[in-house]
């Protein structure tokens, strides 16, 4: 992309989730970011302060609802609000972590539709379009009604596991929600696919069943949307080698990590851990076995696109 991005009428802005993401996707456009600041009242209120005339722009704004993500949604809800009512014309919410998404069924009764109410926000606040990456559920785009762009995070993350040059691969999913996901990988790689058959008693408890496909012998690749307490993997990574498979790697797109998440993947039996940078890792999380990507090249690009009036998905044709 060009140093400098001649139309003045794009504008992109962040807020505190993920600003050094943002930082790459403004240099890859060739574009500075808006000046705007987030501070607090002294009862714990969030003040959002534009600081320079966003009339008559397509303005975009970069925000992963990643932790903490109340407060991450909130900032993103006032800006957008602030936006619209400083005469922008249109505002895009760029998320590259859709949180909340899990929460995207009635799994039993008088549960909450999450993910449809974060939707619901977003659109009465006043957005006119949604970028977002590997949603958790595809069917989240039809929780809008505004036009929702939703970019992957595959190709990316096999061109790494190309790079490598490994033998006898095999991509599995962790899951069989995850299959798609694997068959995509598994396309571009020229390999076969294996699927972990799992039962999970309760919330971010898993429990590995058995494994259908040939893993003996094989270099097995896991590849999931969200690694979150990474308890599915590490029990994946065990039953994968139990199965007879040489060496395991694992990929994913949202890197939460959350609770023992690191040091289970430390005592894993996972080679390398490859994630992107939709959420931003603090120091102590960038373990030896994780390799970050980054998405601020494709999500830049997407967003010339979108402002441009061309396709999106010839991206990941």
């Given amino acids: 992309m060009s140093s400098g991005y001649n139309d003045k009428s794009l504008q992109l802005f962040t807020l505190n989730s993920n600003r050094k993401l943002a930082e790459e996707i403004a240099k890859h456009i060739g574009v500075p970011l808006g000046k705007c600041s987030v501070s607090k009242f002294s009862d714990g209120e969030t003040q959002i302060n534009i600081e320079e005339s966003v009339r008559g722009c397509d303005v975009y704004v970069i925000q992963s609802l990643s932790d903490p993500v109340n407060e991450n949604l909130m900032e993103l809800l006032i800006l957008t609000d602030a936006l619209k009512r400083a005469s922008s014309r249109t505002v895009n919410i760029v998320l590259p972590y859709y949180g909340y998404a899990r929460q995207d069924r009635k799994a039993r009764s008088r549960e909450p539709i999450t993910a449809k109410l974060v939707a619901n926000l977003l659109e009465t606040t006043g957005a006119d379009r949604v970028l977002t990456l590997d949603l958790h559920a595809p069917q989240i785009q039809g929780f809008f009604d505004v036009p929702i762009d939703h970019l992957q995070g595959v190709p990316i993350l096999s061109d790494y596991i190309k790079g490598k040059n490994l033998e006898d691969i095999v991509v599995v999913s962790p899951d069989h929600g995850g299959v798609i996901r694997a068959r995509r990988m598994a396309d571009r790689l020229k390999a076969p696919i294996g699927i972990i058959d799992k039962r999970r008693p309760k919330p971010n408890v898993a429990e590995v069943m058995n494994i259908i496909g040939e893993i003996e012998g094989k270099t097995a690749i896991i590849i999931d949307d969200i690694i979150d307490t990474a308890g599915t993997i590490q029990l994946a990574a065990d039953a994968l080698i139990e199965k007879g498979a040489k060496a395991v790697y694992a990929c994913a ?21 490859v994630v992107t940078n939709t959420i931003e890792l603090p120091e102590e999380k960038l373990i030896n076995k994780i390799t970050q990507l980054s998405v601020a090249p494709l999500i830049g690009e997407a967003i010339v696109r979108i402002h441009e009036h061309k396709s999106v998905s010839i991206l990941f044709d």
């Fill in 253 to 273: 797109t949202h890197p939460v990590l959350s609770g023992p998440a690191i040091e289970r993947i430390e005592n894993s039996q996972i080679e390398e851990l």
